[in-house]
């Protein structure tokens, strides 16, 4: 579980990487005016300065600092003041946390990074695949939001 949560804290991070890497040398090609934004479908309807292009860039480095910093107060935070919840079970409960806190990060990530290739090639918005992103990215919200309920009523039940 370990490898899993490592491998999936790291991907984002090296996949905004070379996003932004890949956007630095499209930079120099990319006309002065470009297309920034997607209407509902799919098309460009907002054309700005080339430097706009930083926008998903912006997006993906707030949401890696944000989650990094929520997961390194999972790994701190005692989930009870008592000792009610075993060690195990509580590492269990952090792992679970931590597992769909990197599976949100990976998916947003993702998603600015195939924004940031549409704006660099300046093509149109395919609606299925953010559709699907979006979807996987609110099951997983939803189920971070189970966790935590589950935290709270284990905290309540064994105080």
Known sequence: MKKLHRILFWLPFGAEGLSLLGFLIALTRLPETIGVHFDPNGLFDVYDSKFYGFYP???????LAFTALFDCAVRKVKLTRK???SENRENKIRQAVQLWLDWGRLLIVAFFCY???LVITQTPLLTAVPVTIVSLMMAGM??????VI???FARRSSC
């Open 57 to 63: 860039h912006v997006i993906n480095v707030l949401v």
């Open 150 to 152: 589950t935290i709270i």
């Open 142 to 147: 939803i189920a971070l939001i189970a966790a």
């Open 83 to 85: 000792p009610a919840l």
């Open 115 to 117: 924004w940031n290739v």
